[in-house]
């Protein structure tokens, strides 16, 4: 009996390799696929893609093996475009063949089997949410709404910041922004800072990002989640359970005092795309707009925005503090062309040099190194490589915002590299400059973090001088936290001043 199954195991295993080598061998043969380090197969890329800085480790490798280049994580190939002109071939030429999402474990838990936006696939159910949430966000643009939210965010927690003595670690406050920004424009409700359920969600979105700080093995090998779930994906589990049931409270909530012709926020946003589905009499579009749809699209704006508008926020502070006179020129440029009023969304057209600041921050700053994972949604080619179908590909943001080709010194933070002789924003100048990304999948929120974000810049700019601590001197660019793909200045503490 030992003997038999000794030998069904010796056989089984034999088969494996045998049937490991022909695909292969017939992968070799049938694509011109493209080049990468050796690594011992099934484990793959082990030293790569177990520590942390993976965008940094591939930038480094793309020296080498040029700018489309493969990885095996565990056994699963993973690509890296590395350039502005391979993103561009494979996210523009290519229209959709690289604009599918990967299945993964994880994300598949907590989008309810990727019932989201950002983790869905390429498909028509996509397509249809997609639009639904750019015509929902889309309303915050008109008028003085984002303004007005922001102003009212923005006072509460400078306010908070006024009141710290000496040097503080402005990630509290950072968070407290956009958490407390993100919520109001959610669900409508404009809470006082220490709020119980915002600060529920502040420590839940805390948690899961140190869970998956490295990633979580059940995505290489999704079959352990089956045999032998890993404590990290226990506590993903547990954490979006709590999380989903908050957001489903919410929609029930809205749902009872729901008035179409008093839409509040963008869950109420939502509910109206619903009911006009309804009296149009419209089964697919309402088929497509159940409770859990309409749950998972709030998620995805509330967390997406989260940690990269924080990012950007934390990074800006880093770079004004780090050089004071630049911070000056911005104050300066402020002062000139909008005193102390209120920003707007249309300031950003005034305000050229505070601009290019941002946009500069989103290049030397590690806001989202690697993105979001892309997925190949046919045979298809990049860089004159072939890519099978349902390929995992990144798209290398740091290798692009970092690419000597574009940026002379890519490590020093110069935000005249984006202004014209007469001091004006160049569009020319902002070619492999994708901190949103582009394409099919390009960030859904970008038309709104742009104005939204630099207001949020201009408030800090017009009531404090922003300094960092006596005697620290940093190289912010050098010294960083991460946290998967993604990086924030280490340590970072300020000093801030009331101006007037
Ligand atoms: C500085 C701020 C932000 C940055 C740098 C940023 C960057 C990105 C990037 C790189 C992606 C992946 C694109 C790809 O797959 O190629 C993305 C996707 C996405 N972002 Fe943002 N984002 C920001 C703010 C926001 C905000 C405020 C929202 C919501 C209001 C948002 C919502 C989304 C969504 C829903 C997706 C998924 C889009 C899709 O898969 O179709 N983002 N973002």
Redesign the pocket.
């Given at each position: 009996m030992l003997g038999l199954s000794l030998l069904n195991v010796q056989t089984i295993l034999v088969a494996v390799v045998v049937g490991l080598l022909v695909y292969y061998i017939r992968r070799r043969t049938l694509y011109r696929l493209p080049p990468g380090p050796w690594c011992i197969p099934l484990i793959g890329h082990f030293n790569v893609y177990s520590k942390p800085l993976i965008h940094r480790a591939t930038t480094e490798l793309s020296k080498k093996y040029g700018p489309v280049f493969r990885l095996s994580f565990g056994p699963i190939p993973i690509v890296f475009l590395n350039n502005y002109d391979v993103v561009m071939e494979a996210?523009v030429k290519k229209k959709a063949d690289f604009a599918g999402?990967p299945a993964s474990t994880t994300f598949s838990l907590i989008t309810e089997g990727n019932k989201d936006?950002?983790?869905?696939t390429y498909s028509p159910m996509?397509k249809y949410h997609?639009r639904v949430?750019m015509k929902a966000?889309r309303n915050y643009l008109q008028g003085d709404l984002l303004e007005k939210l922001t102003q009212d965010n923005m006072m509460k927690v400078m306010n908070m910041m006024a009141a710290e003595k000496g040097p503080f670690e402005p990630i509290l406050h950072l968070n407290n922004i956009v958490f407390y920004q993100l919520y109001t424009l959610c669900f409508g409700e404009k809470k006082d800072i220490g709020d119980p359920d915002v600060e529920f969600l502040l420590k839940e979105k805390d948690l899961v990002n140190k869970t998956i700080e490295n990633g979580l093995r059940e995505d290489i090998f999704p079959f352990l989640k089956d045999l032998c779930p890993s404590k990290r994906y226990q506590i993903m589990q547990e954490t979006f359970d709590r999380v989903l049931t908050f957001f489903y409270k919410k929609l029930e909530k809205h749902k009872e005092t729901f008035d179409p012709e008093n839409i509040r926020d963008l869950t109420d946003h939502l509910l109206l795309a619903r009911s006009e589905a309804e009296q149009a009499g419209n089964e697919e579009s309402m088929q497509n707009l159940t409770d859990t749809y309409l749950v998972q699209t709030v998620s995805?704006?509330f967390f997406?925005?989260v940690d990269?508008?924080r990012l950007?926020l934390e990074w800006f502070l880093c770079f004004m503090s780090r050089f004071p006179e630049i911070q000056a020129k911005c104050q300066k440029e402020i002062e000139e062309h909008i005193g102390s009023r209120c920003p707007t969304i249309t300031d950003r057209q005034i305000l050229p040099y505070t601009e290019a600041c941002l946009y500069e921050t989103?290049r030397a700053g590690v806001?989202?190194g690697l993105?979001?994972p892309?997925s190949t949604i046919c045979d298809t080619q990049v860089g004159g490589y072939d890519i099978p179908k349902d390929t995992i590909v990144f798209?290398n943001?740091y290798a692009l915002h970092r690419d000597p080709k574009y940026w002379t010194n890519p490590e020093e933070f110069d935000p005249l590299r984006y202004l014209d002789e007469n001091g004006k924003l160049d569009p020319t100048k902002l070619e492999s400059w994708l901190?949103?990304?582009?394409?099919r999948?390009?960030?859904?929120?970008?038309s709104?973090?742009k104005p939204?974000?630099m207001m949020m810049c201009v408030h800090l700019l017009q009531r404090f001088n922003i300094t960092l601590p006596d005697g620290v001197k940093q190289n912010f660019i050098d010294e960083h936290r991460d946290v998967f793909g993604t990086e924030s200045p280490a340590d970072l503490k300020i000093v801030v001043k009331e101006r007037m």
């Open positions: 996210m999402r936006i950002a983790m869905a996509w997609r949430a966000l995805d704006i997406a925005g990269t508008t950007t989103m806001i989202a993105g979001l892309h798209i943001h901190p949103f990304s582009v394409g999948r390009v960030c859904l929120g970008e709104i973090a939204e974000i």
